[in-house]
């Protein structure tokens, strides 16, 4: 698939349909994002304001980072996330351990297959009738 890339607005293929950006834009922000993992490693308590004055990181990149799980904060940090269903405190994600459990069995409850206890004709007298109806007991 033929895209624009949303940074430079080069055209490039994305044959998979999963990159908003072209390969060189992409590969800028590993590396960018690799610098950004070592600053963080040795300065633990680095807020946002900073990060964007030493790298010229927009916060928003830097919670798209956090939101996509390739950046973690330490429970110290400086820079908070919360957790978008409840509120808590994460470290990294959308959700918080809890909220992820309970959105993941709410999914799995909703493809649980429906238990069938019986079939009944419409009519017991038409045996050849086409409706069916199914009931629980």
């Not at 994305?14 to 960018?32: F, G, I, Q």
């Amino acid at each position: 698939m033929l895209k624009t890339c949303f940074l430079c607005k080069r055209l490039f293929d994305d044959y998979l349909d999963t990159n908003s950006m072209c390969p060189d834009c992409r590969s800028k922000e590993e590396a960018l994002l690799r610098e950004v993992k070592d600053y963080l490693w040795n300065n633990p308590g680095t807020t946002e304001a900073k990060l964007n004055e030493i790298f010229n990181v927009p916060s928003g990149q830097i919670n798209k980072w956090l939101r996509d799980g390739r950046l973690e904060l330490t429970p110290d940090s400086a820079i908070k996330l919360r957790c978008t269903r409840c509120g808590s405190m994460i470290l990294s994600g959308k959700y918080c351990n809890d909220c992820a459990d309970r959105i993941k069995d709410g999914f799995n409850k909703s493809l649980a297959p429906k238990e069938i206890s019986s079939i009944v004709l419409k009519d017991p007298e038409e045996k050849n009738s086409k409706m069916h109806f199914i009931r629980k007991e």
